[in-house]
């Protein structure tokens, strides 16, 4: 009974600590914030829960995260220490914003848009690689 017990407790444990326990962005810069610094730090569940969910998104961080695990280590190491450098803000209406920031490894400027739907902050990533849409 004890060992049946135990096992109960084990498994309702992990059940709880599986699901991801991210906290909703409460606007842009946070949603942009979270889903830079996870890219950065080779999260990709917790950017993909800061991302709008689309076949173009979906694609696009797949492709980040492909070339993100074929860094070597000290390549990883790097962007993981990096720093996110905010380099502008601009809200474009009440409900997007468009985020042009770099890192404190590569210092390459980015643009990531982020938008409110149904009262969720998410990063549309696909702007960054067309900022036209």
Excluded at 88 to 111: L, P, Q, R, V
Aim: include cysteine; proline fraction near 1%; charge should be neutral.
């Amino acid at each position: 009974m004890k060992y049946i017990l135990v096992c109960l407790a084990v498994l309702l444990i992990s059940c709880n600590t599986s699901s991801n326990n991210f906290k909703e962005a409460d606007n842009a810069i946070d949603a942009g914030r979270e889903f830079i610094d996870a890219c950065l730090k080779g999260d990709f569940v917790r950017s993909d829960f800061y991302m709008l969910q689309d076949e173009q998104n979906k694609s696009a961080l797949k492709r980040i995260e492909r070339e993100y695990r074929e860094k070597d280590r000290d390549g990883r190491r790097q962007y993981r220490e990096a720093s996110i450098v905010i380099n502008e803000i601009a809200n474009i209406t009440e409900s997007t914003a468009i985020i042009n920031y770099s890192n404190s490894y590569d210092k390459i400027a980015h643009k990531i848009k982020v938008v409110q739907l149904n009262n969720k902050w998410l990063v549309d990533f696909k702007y960054t690689f067309n900022p036209n849409l």
